[in-house]
């Protein structure tokens, strides 16, 4: 059965350095990759998409890697924040069917001062 | 543009009552999709609609419903409440020109007792 997993529950960066999170995923051919911040109680915010032809996205101190042959995607945040602390969650998708879209369960990332 | 709003932001139910939940998408989206978020399983989607039509479902019970009125205003109902239905339940919507990313209200926080 298709399977998406993030590499820890919990990850705990002090601030400035650069935060690596992991998305890992079998059995599964997605079209794209995304992924999104979410606060607790809040609803989960669109941060970055890449797709399947693409190695690498930016995006200001974000950065996003996806290797198809590993069936891998890592998410960095350069110069971590405090502000920075949350849950990420990768998502796959084979197509826009919103059916489709498989979500990890989250990494809970902390910056500390 | 206001976002994707969700009401009410919390309820607290008993076993076996029925409850429904409502979402406002983004002003121009016409695609409404529904997930429930719960710790262990995260988050799992429920159903989709395009223009009042249900276009997926997700593997819920059919106590498990919803509807899309002609704003795109869209309605989730949960018949016979069961103490497993308490979860964050979110709606997400899409905008017709960017059809992977989707953007999440704030949830709807349901306990069930």
């Known amino acids: 059965s298709q399977k998406i997993e993030q590499n820890s529950e919990a990850l705990n960066i002090q601030e400035g350095k650069t935060a690596t999170l992991t998305c890992n995923y079998t059995?599964?051919?997605?079209?794209?990759l995304q992924w999104y911040r979410q606060d607790p109680g809040r609803g989960p915010v669109f941060l970055l998409l890449?797709?399947?032809?693409?190695k690498e996205k930016r995006k200001e101190r974000l950065k996003v890697t996806f290797d198809t042959t590993l069936k891998q995607s890592l998410f960095h945040i350069t110069a971590s924040q405090p502000a920075d602390s949350a849950t990420y969650l990768c998502?796959?998708?084979?197509?826009?069917?919103?059916?489709?879209?498989?979500f990890g369960s989250g990494t809970r990332l902390s910056i500390r001062p | 543009k206001a976002g994707v709003t969700q009401t009410p932001r919390y309820l607290i139910k008993t076993r076996g009552q029925q409850v429904t939940l409502s979402c406002s998408p983004i002003?121009?989206?016409?695609?409404v999709s529904w997930y429930q978020q719960t710790p262990g399983q995260g988050l799992q989607f429920l159903f989709e609609?395009?223009?009042?039509?249900?276009?997926n479902k997700g593997n819920f019970p059919g106590r498990f419903s919803g509807r899309q009125f002609s704003n795109s205003r869209s309605e989730m109902n949960v018949s016979t409440l069961e103490l497993g239905d308490s979860a964050l339940y979110l709606c997400?919507?899409?905008?017709?020109?960017?059809?992977?990313?989707?953007?999440f209200g704030p949830g709807t926080r349901l306990l069930v007792l």
């Open positions: 609609y395009f223009s009042e039509t249900q276009r």
């Open positions: 997400a919507s899409r905008t017709p020109t960017s059809q992977e990313t989707q953007y």
């Open positions: 890449i797709r399947e032809n693409e």
């Open positions: 002003s121009g989206h016409r695609s």
């Open positions: 998502a796959l998708g084979e197509d826009s069917s919103a059916s489709k879209i498989i």
């Open positions: 059995n599964y051919s997605p079209a794209y």
